[in-house]
């Protein structure tokens, strides 16, 4: 599919979710598709008829295998990334310039050996928790605006 300015100016919405355990880490997973090392916290689309906050935990339950988690902060606003002009063409069927992204902190009430990463289609080639300060330098550049974001929005509940 050819890529033309007009179909870049949309964003696909999104959601994302800061996922802490009981010593204030954060879940991280390195991506499959990136090569290298590539880390980030589960994200991804809304689908239709989905309110953010449904979203988010089919999300959280597809990526990591485990929902048992409670909603504890929601972004104020809706934060944004744009995709790197050789991967908007490619990514989702080239339909959008990147993602409007609602973001939530939730607190894990699990245990680790509950997160299963095969349990859906596998985004993760593994996962470890990860002090939140760090996760700007295992994300992928085009997204560490969104991560400084994400940091600087959840300021109060992260301490970072």
């Known amino acids: ?27 991280g997973g390195r991506r499959i598709d990136t090569p290298g090392t590539a880390w980030q916290m589960p994200q991804g689309g809304i689908d239709e008829g989905e309110t953010p ?19 504890i902060a929601e972004s104020r606003d ?15 069927g080239g339909r959008y310039r990147g993602q409007r992204q ?4 939730a607190r894990f009430l699990g245990h680790d050996s509950d997160f299963d990463l095969e349990a859906h289609d596998p985004e993760f080639a593994e996962w470890k928790w990860l002090d939140a300060a760090d ?16 940091l600087a929005e959840f ?3 992260l301490n970072t």
């Open 135 to 150: 996760l700007p330098r295992f994300i992928v550049p085009f997204k560490r605006q969104l991560y400084l974001d994400i």
């Open 1 to 27: 599919m050819m890529t033309t300015e007009s179909n870049l100016q949309a964003y696909r919405l999104g959601v994302g979710v800061v996922l802490l355990n009981d010593q204030g880490l954060v879940f």
């Open 155 to 157: 300021h109060d509940v």
């Open 53 to 71: 906050r449904q979203a988010v935990m089919r999300e959280l339950k597809e990526e990591t295998g485990s929902d048992n988690a409670e909603i």
């Open 102 to 105: 609602k973001w939530f902190i």
């Open 78 to 92: 809706w934060l944004t990334y744009d995709l790197p002009t050789e991967m908007a063409g490619k990514i989702w």
